[in-house]
């Protein structure tokens, strides 16, 4: 029994991974019981730059993203931005070492991100729209 | 008083690291700058608290600098940040190596309050002018920059962030005392206290766009010892020979003078075409620093992993030049020149023209290279340290080169 679940896990992240791979689509999301069904391109903009991190109806958002060096951080912000993450880098230096602003809370894995997603009312975070869950929703999709 | 409970929460902080490493962040900044000039009067700097600068055949690493910063999550409304920096000082002391020590809370997504020692932020550049790889520079633009050597300051903002459909406002209040190092020729040092700094900022940025601007006033803390010597000096010439002596001696007591900065900003940046410009206003009480009138405009492009930037500053003041005693004696000519050494420390009139390049190595290390060429009306000028004033033919035209590695990590 414990063989096979260990196997299932395994089968499990294999798809994550490879899926994330193939599809090239990242999709925003929140809690499922989170009431903001929507978020523009700005207001993403706005919450992954530290420049206004809530959500829509006003409530303050734990903006989660992953690691330095993780491929789709790089991805994620170079495609929101439409900037090279050299400047994105010299742009959070100016934030950050100004002490107006912190990074996102970073996370090694898509499931990790999934997981605090999943378990925080007022987080938001991105994944690969292969690995969506039914625990959390989307609330922003890129235009392929 | 103030700058011992910043170094104990300093203190506190550095202890408390051990059992919070897990969650402490840990960031960090250097800068590896090389200038070189061709001029042998004026030695360039980018910043007069700067104790050591080039002149020609003597190259200076003086911009050269490395940081820490730490963060601490306490809760999901409350931040602890610590940042020190390393860089070369005329006198290093534990104060001057806490740059920032300061609790963050968020009251609700559109107020920030901040207390301890923050950043101080006048002008565009101010609170992160040390770390090279945030700007496109070689350094900031110094007829604009130089003349300012605080950058933070102990007290409370107060922010207000006010978000719209395509832009974010935010207005910050913000109330505290300084003190930071002007270094001048002849090993003259002088901590200069600003108290009572009262400061209104206000932004609006776009994607593209960041348009600021700052209105900051402060009173001088304090006198140094050379200007209370020439102060009592002064008070023993009679008015019929000096009939300005009575002007002089209300300008050279700086204590409790008041200190008014204006500025004005934008800045484009759409990942191809890049535009900044500030322009400021500094007035005051005294005849050391007043009508100082200062700004810049850079345009340049990003092409691929290169940036490219062409900029003009200039900085004019309007000291009113003494015109000393009737009488002239040794005693009385001493005095006077050093009384306009004081007076006209200020005494500021140039322009450079620039031209910067920077390759982005990595995506967190960039090198860059910047060519100076200014003209100087009036030397000697606050902004730079000097030698050989004495001989005839000053140096009102000279290059300088600045070449850098910046990282962050």
């Given at each position: ?94 934030v ?8 996102p809370q ?17 987080a938001?975070g ?19 | ?5 910043v ?13 919070l ?80 020590a300061?609790a ?23 609170e ?12 900031p ?20 962030t ?22 001048s020729?002849?090993?003259?040092m ?50 019929a ?22 500025t004005?900003?934008a ?6 075409w ?11 009480d ?12 850079s ?15 200039a ?27 004081h ?21 967190t ?11 100087v ?21 000279f ?11």
């Amino acid at each position: 029994m414990q063989l096979w679940t260990l196997v299932r896990f395994a089968l499990c992240v294999l798809l994550i991974t490879c899926t994330a791979k193939a599809a090239d689509s990242l999709v925003v999301i929140v809690h499922r019981d989170n009431p903001n069904q929507q978020l523009s391109d700005y207001q993403l903009i706005d919450l992954y730059m530290g420049k206004y991190t809530a959500f829509p109806d006003g409530t303050l958002a734990t903006v989660l993203d992953y690691d330095q060096g993780h491929p789709l951080r790089a991805k994620f912000l170079t495609t929101l931005t439409g900037r090279p993450m050299s400047q994105i880098n010299a742009y959070w230096s100016q934030v950050k070492f100004s002490g107006k602003a912190s990074f996102p809370q970073a996370y090694q894995s898509i499931e990790a991100i999934l997981e605090e997603v999943a378990s925080t009312p007022d987080a938001i975070g991105y994944v690969p729209e292969a690995a969506l869950t039914e625990d959390v929703k989307v609330v922003y999709r890129f235009v392929q | 008083m103030r700058s011992k409970i910043v170094m104990f929460l300093y203190l506190v902080w550095g202890l408390s690291i051990p059992a919070l490493a897990n969650d402490v962040k840990v960031d960090g900044f250097a800068t590896l700058d090389i200038n070189i000039s061709n001029s042998q009067t004026a030695g360039i700097r980018h910043v007069i608290s700067q104790p050591d600068a080039s002149y020609l055949g003597e190259p200076s690493l003086a911009n050269s600098s490395i940081g820490v910063q730490l963060e601490w999550q306490s809760s999901s409304q409350l931040q602890w940040v610590a940042q020190t920096v390393l860089k070369e000082r005329k006198e290093y002391k534990l104060d001057y190596l806490i740059q920032m020590a300061f609790a963050r809370y968020t009251l609700t997504p559109n107020w920030q309050l901040r207390i301890g020692r923050t950043g101080l932020e006048l002008y565009m550049m101010t609170e992160f002018r040390d770390i090279g790889y945030a700007f496109n520079y070689g350094h900031p633009p110094t007829e604009f920059y130089a003349v300012v050597p605080h950058q933070n300051m102990d007290g409370i903002d107060i922010t207000y962030t006010y978000p719209l459909e395509e832009s974010v406002l935010s207005y910050k209040f913000f109330s505290g005392k300084s003190s930071a190092p002007i270094i001048s020729d002849d090993d003259f040092m002088w901590d200069v206290e600003l108290d009572s700094i009262y400061g209104l900022s206000l932004s609006a940025q776009t994607e593209n766009w960041l348009l600021r601007t700052n209105y900051t006033t402060t009173k001088a803390g304090n006198t140094n010892e050379q200007q209370k010597l020439l102060l009592n000096a002064l008070q023993q010439i009679p008015q019929a020979i000096w009939p300005t002596r009575q002007a002089l001696i209300d300008s050279l007591q700086i204590k409790g003078k008041r200190f008014n900065y204006f500025t004005l900003g934008a800045k484009y940046d759409d990942s191809h075409w890049i535009m900044q410009s500030e322009i400021s206003y500094i007035d005051s009480d005294s005849e050391v620093l007043n009508h100082l009138k200062a700004g810049y405009i850079s345009v340049g492009m990003h092409i691929d992993d290169d940036t490219w930037l062409m900029t003009l500053s200039a900085a004019k003041s309007n000291n009113r030049i003494d015109p000393g005693p009737l009488l002239t004696t040794p005693q009385l000519t001493s005095l006077y020149q050093g009384v306009i050494r004081h007076t006209n420390f200020y005494l500021i009139d140039q322009h450079t023209w620039s031209v910067s390049w920077r390759r982005s190595l990595t995506s967190t290390l960039a090198a860059k290279i910047q060519l100076d060429h200014t003209q100087v009306e009036q030397l000697p000028s606050a902004f730079y340290l000097h030698k050989e004033l004495s001989s005839v033919n000053h140096d009102n035209d000279f290059q300088s080169l600045g070449l850098s590695l910046n990282w962050v990590f």
